[in-house]
């Protein structure tokens, strides 16, 4: 590849370092489903940053920039692109908020209503909601499912997490049913290769309307659509893994287990959900303080 031998010869970058760009390389095209520089835009690099905020360190979303940014100037540098749309962009360190996420009733509303019909598009839609709530996967987790990831009959997962971290999660019936009619109705509708050969099919579970594998940006305008459908706020894809955390751990799980189901390398990424709303607050004193009243 000339860009890492640029980095090795022309910068003269650690191994390394050489490798963390690369990478960093790798997972923003997983993730979004780009995978030509020219394609690359603004908004698509501060959305795919805001997406992993919670679960990065500030360090680690610095470095994300500059191998993007390195690499777009090098792009230029060679006359692939005319210009670099993120030159210019720098990443505003915050403190970690507390994760915005919807009441169990807003939930309830969108996945029953956020997509009705029984046509092959509001199939899928109607399964990547479910999915993404059932058990709060990252967003590039969820894209990389395929047909054999999910077991019905066990109602488990298995997912690849970063840094190749493999781990089964448990599936809620309604995801499962929810991904049973996709399956039976909406799959076969979208898949293009289904007279293919074995080793040129589609195996990915779910697929755009071009029969491609489903990718970040595809999953956004989904939620986008679906929250406008029902009137409730767009949290974004991240809000349904933000808002199983939080309803779970309301309902007294360990954090432990959370910890597991999200997939989370350390609980102190974890304890971000352990926060608590003002009206929990003023409910739990006036219930449990002896002079509340």
């Not at 499962?176 to 289904?194: I, N």
């Not at 071009?210 to 970040?216: N, P, V």
Request: net charge positive; hydrophobic share 35%.
């Amino acid at each position: 590849m000339r860009y890492r031998r640029y980095l090795e010869a022309v910068r003269g970058l650690a191994d390394n370092t050489v490798n963390a760009y690369i990478s960093d390389l790798w997972a923003f095209s997983a993730d979004t489903g780009i995978n030509k520089v020219g394609d690359i835009t603004r908004q698509a690099v501060t959305d795919w940053m805001a997406d992993n905020d919670h679960e990065l360190s500030d360090r680690t979303q610095s470095r994300r920039l500059t191998s993007l940014k390195t690499f777009v100037a090098w792009a230029v540098d060679e006359q692939i692109i005319d210009y670099s749309p993120i030159a210019t962009m720098k990443r505003k360190v915050t403190s970690r908020k507390i994760p915005k996420y919807w009441t169990k009733s807003q939930m309830r509303r969108l996945l029953d209503h956020g997509a009705v019909g029984s046509d092959p598009i509001t199939l899928r839609d109607r399964a990547v909601l479910e999915l993404l709530y059932s058990f709060g996967p990252r967003v590039s987790e969820l894209c990389a499912l395929d047909l054999d990831t999910i077991d019905p009959e066990d109602q488990v997962a298995v997912l690849e997490g970063k840094g190749d971290r493999e781990r089964t999660v448990p599936v809620g019936v309604p995801a499962l049913h929810a991904v049973q009619a996709y399956l039976e109705h909406g799959r076969p509708h979208l898949d293009r290769t289904a007279d293919l050969p074995p080793e040129r099919r589609q195996w990915a579970l779910l697929l755009t309307g071009t029969g491609r594998r489903m990718y970040r940006q595809e999953v956004a305008r989904i939620v986008s659509y679906c929250t406008g459908r029902v009137g409730v706020p767009d949290l974004g894809p991240h809000g349904f893994r933000d808002t199983a955390a939080t309803h779970l751990l309301k309902s007294g799980a360990d954090i432990r287990y959370i910890q597991e189901l999200l997939g989370h390398a350390s609980v102190r990424t974890t304890q971000i959900y352990t926060h608590v709303a003002p009206e929990d607050l003023i409910a739990e004193y006036r219930r449990t303080h002896p002079r509340a009243s």
